[in-house]
T-cell receptor
Framework: NAGVTQTPKFRVLKTGQSMTLLCAQDMNHEYMYWYRQDPGMGLRLIHYSVGEGTTAKGEVPDGYNVSRLKKQNFLLGLESAAPSQTSVYFC??????????????FGPGTRLTVT | RKEVEQDPGPFNVPEGATVAFNCTYSNSASQSFFWYRQDCRKEPKLLMSVYSSGNEDGRFTAQLNRASQYISLLIRDSKLSDSATYLCVVIAGNNRKLIWGLGTSLAVNP
């Protein structure tokens, strides 16, 4: 099992550019999440999905879109990147949904810099 | 007051020492509690859940104090490999939201 994988690991964007972060899991988990982690802010939930074809907003969804066309994949899109979106992005998955925090498996993260 | 607060540290301890850190939470209706470990530039990984009666996993002991609204993590016989940031996670409220602390940094020195 690869667990949760993320692509790419690093990326530098210019303001206004777009990109998609890919998250894949091979554990047959129903729930998937996108978090961002910033110094002094902790982990914040951007969007999440409770199953294939579903998405929902988290705490900080503005400027991001997501799609869950296949159960194993959860895509995070930035349509017009801004410097405020410079962060480390973590994808996570779980067999059951919140509040089972114990079942969160994280990917290795994507370090994004927007200049 | 922040919903979940942790002393950021760093806690610098020698190998073999016992170290403890706390995490306070503001919502008295909080229901579930966890400790995650995050190594530098890596993803968080579950260390242990925290049960009402307290629980132990090898050198690690987690406790919950509902009256004072905090959880604690005790590490005995510290190893160099314990150096990491320890994140407190609280599930609170009717919406069962996961709230992450900012973490406590631990450095175990030879």
């Amino acid at each position: 099992n690869a667990g949760v994988t993320q692509t790419p690991k690093f990326r530098v964007l210019k303001t206004g550019q777009s990109m998609t972060l890919l998250c894949a899991q091979d554990m047959n988990h129903e729930y998937m999440y996108w978090y961002r982690q910033d110094p002094g802010m902790g982990l914040r939930l951007i969007h999440y999905s409770v199953g294939e074809g579903t998405t929902a907003k988290g705490e900080v969804p503005d400027g991001y879109n997501v799609s869950r066309l296949k159960k194993q994949n959860f895509l995070l899109g930035l349509e017009s990147a801004a410097p405020s979106q410079t962060s480390v992005y973590f994808c996570a998955s779980s067999y059951s949904g919140l509040p089972s925090g114990s079942l969160l498996y994280f990917g290795p993260g994507t370090r994004l810099t927007v200049t | 007051r922040k919903e979940v607060e942790q002393d950021p540290g760093p806690f610098n301890v020698p190998e073999g020492a016992t170290v403890a850190f706390n995490c306070t939470y503001s919502n008295s209706a909080s229901q579930s509690f966890f400790w995650y470990r995050q190594d530098c530039r890596k993803e968080p990984k579950l260390l242990m859940s925290v049960y009402s009666s307290g629980n132990e996993d090898g050198r690690f002991t987690a406790q919950l104090n509902r009256a004072s609204q905090y959880i604690s993590l005790l590490i005995r016989d510290s190893k160099l490999s314990d150096s990491a940031t320890y994140l407190c996670v609280v599930i609170a409220g009717n919406n069962r939201k996961l709230i992450w602390g900012l973490g406590t940094s631990l450095a175990v020195n030879p």
